[in-house]
T-cell receptor, first 115, second 115 residues
Framework: AQSVTQLGSHVSVSEGALVLLRCNYS??????LFWYVQYPNQGLQLLLK??????LVKGINDFEAEFKKSETSFHLTKPSAHMSDAAEYFC?????????????FGRGTSLIVHP | EAGVVQSPRYKIIEKKQPVAFWCNPI?????LYWYLQNLGQGPELLIR????????DSQLPKDRFSAERLKGVDSTLKIQPAELGDSAVYLC?????????????FGPGTRLTVL
């Protein structure tokens, strides 16, 4: 079964610093991969997705992620953190089951941004 | 355009009582998902509908949980009877089309507390 591992339940950065949130997946075939963000008391919002097109995927708010098949990774980065980026981030993979693809989410990484 | 609507936002009940959650997806979205999100965890899929058909309910505890999506529009998730371990946030999401890599739009969730 496919699964997602997010390294680090909390990541703390200073405002203006590089953001790096790590995600590794287990899959025997290239999956569909997603990053979602969840602000307090809100639903999840899609940041970006990989669907076997370009390996470097650009999303909203200057976030991007690179699909690396050899490392089975899909890490999320942002060049310069803003205070408004503080939120919970979830990596997700679509797993194949029963003739369709089912989304499986990681445990999430809480991004803390210091002024 | 209105987003995914869920009600109630918060619910507190005593164990062994029944509870129901309601979800109205974005207009035109064929696929509807119900997720369970425990504190500090990612969403876990309970059931997925394609139009009015439940196509993946393998994670739904059928002894106490039930769901329906009449006419392929809004949906209701029910728990009867509720147990202490059911305390969590219940998320509803919808997507357009039947492909798993389509963006999911999430509602704000219903936070259930079972006493």
């Amino acid at each position: 079964a496919q699964s997602v591992t997010q390294l680090g339940s909390h990541v703390s950065v200073s405002e203006g610093a590089l953001v790096l949130l790590r995600c590794n997946y287990s899959s025997s075939v290239p999956p569909y991969l997603f990053w979602y963000v969840q602000y307090p008391n809100q639903g999840l919002q899609l940041l970006l997705k990989y669907t076997s097109a370009a390996t470097l995927v650009k999303g909203i708010n200057d976030f991007e992620a690179e699909f690396k098949k050899s490392e089975t990774s899909f890490h999320l980065t942002k060049p310069s953190a803003h205070m408004s980026d503080a939120a919970e981030y979830f990596c997700a993979v679509s797993r194949y089951s029963g003739g369709s693809y089912i989304p499986t989410f990681g445990r999430g990484t809480s991004l803390i941004v210091h002024p | 355009e209105a987003g995914v609507v869920q009600s109630p936002r918060y619910k507190i009940i005593e164990k062994k009582q029944p509870v129901a959650f309601w979800c109205n997806p974005i207009s035109g979205h064929n696929t509807l998902y119900w997720y369970l999100q425990n504190l500090g965890q990612g969403p876990e899929l309970l059931i997925r509908y394609e139009n009015e058909e439940a196509v993946d309910d393998s994670q739904l505890p059928k002894d106490r949980f039930s769901a329906e999506r009449l006419k392929g529009v809004d949906s209701t998730l029910k728990i009867q009877p509720a147990e202490l371990g059911d305390s969590a946030v219940y998320l509803c999401a919808s997507s357009f089309g039947l492909k798993s890599y389509n963006e999911q739009f999430f509602g704000p969730g219903t936070r259930l507390t079972v006493l």
